[in-house]
C-alpha cells in the first residue's frame, strides 16, 4: 500500500514567491496535518485538516493556508516566501480527527529552498 | 521556556551501552506522549506512546511522570541501527492532533 506521498520532493524558489505543495494521505485516511521542520529542530506544526475542515492552526502567518479537497487530499500555500521559509516540510495523516496511539504516518517531506 | 525541551546531545555510545534522553514540557494540560524516531533526512516515525504506569517494547522503556512533566526513554543494549534522532512529542488537544514536538536528542551508536 502506498503510505503518503508528498510533491515536489525538492524545489528553489526566490524571496516573494509563493509555493504550493501537495500532499495524497493513506488510503482511507481522512485527516492531513502539516507541520515545518528547520534544520536542526524539531517539526513545527502548521495546521490539521479532516473532512475538509481546518481543524487546528498553529502559530504562523497568514502567509501560510491550506485546503483538503474532497478526495482528502491537500494543498500547502506558502505566498510571500521569505529566506525563514526554508525548511522541510512534512504532511501526516490519520485515520481519524484524533489519533489514540498519538501515531501520525508522515511522508518523505518536500524540502523547500528560499533563496 | 520551550514547550518541550530535551537534552541536547549528541550522544555517542558503543554498541551494547544503555542510553537514557529526558524530556520535559511547560504546559501541564498535555494530553497524550509519545517518542518519535528520526533518521537522517528521513520522516519522523513513532517508537512508543507514554504511559504513567510506564511502558517497554523489546529494549526501549518510556516513563512518564506528570507532577514533574517529565518523559524518558531508556534504550539497553544499544544497536548500530538505533543510531537516529530521537524526538520528545507532547498532543495538547483532546480533539484532534497537533503534535508538539522537540528538538530531538541525536545518538550515535559505533562498533
Known amino acids: 500500500d502506498a503510505g503518503v506521498t508528498q510533491s515536489p520532493t525538492h524545489l528553489i524558489k526566490t524571496r516573494g514567491q509563493h509555493v504550493t505543495l501537495r500532499c495524497s494521505p493513506i488510503?482511507?485516511?481522512?485527516?492531513v496535518s502539516w507541520y515545518q521542520q528547520v534544520l536542526g529542530q524539531g517539526p513545527q506544526f502548521i495546521f490539521q485538516y479532516y473532512e475538509k475542515e481546518e481543524r487546528g492552526r498553529g502559530n504562523f502567518p497568514d502567509r501560510f493556508s491550506a485546503r483538503q479537497f474532497p478526495n482528502y487530499s491537500s494543498e500547502l500555500n506558502v505566498n510571500a516566501l521569505l529566506l525563514g521559509d526554508s525548511a522541510l516540510y512534512l504532511c501526516a495523516s490519520s485515520l481519524a480527527l484524533a489519533s489514540p496511539t498519538g501515531e501520525l504516518f508522515f511522508g518523505e517531506g518536500s524540502r523547500l529552498t528560499v533563496l | 521556556r520551550k514547550e518541550v525541551e530535551q537534552d541536547p546531545g549528541p550522544f555517542n555510545v558503543p554498541e551494547g551501552a544503555t542510553v537514557a534522553f529526558n524530556c520535559t514540557y511547560s504546559n501541564s494540560a498535555s494530553q497524550s506522549f509519545f517518542w518519535y524516531r528520526q533518521d537522517c533526512r528521513k520522516e519522523p516515525k513513532l517508537l512508543m506512546s507514554v504511559y504513567s504506569s510506564g511502558n517497554e517494547d523489546g529494549r526501549f522503556t518510556a516513563q512518564l511522570n506528570r507532577a514533574s512533566q517529565y518523559i524518558s526513554l531508556l534504550i539497553r543494549d544499544s544497536k548500530l541501527s538505533d543510531s537516529a534522532t530521537y524526538l520528545c512529542?507532547?498532543?495538547?488537544?483532546?480533539?484532534?492532533?497537533?503534535?508538539?514536538f522537540g528538538k530531538g536528542t541525536t545518538l550515535s551508536v559505533s562498533s
Open positions: 512529542v507532547v498532543n495538547m488537544r483532546q480533539a484532534g492532533t497537533a503534535l508538539i
Open positions: 488510503s482511507g485516511h481522512k485527516s
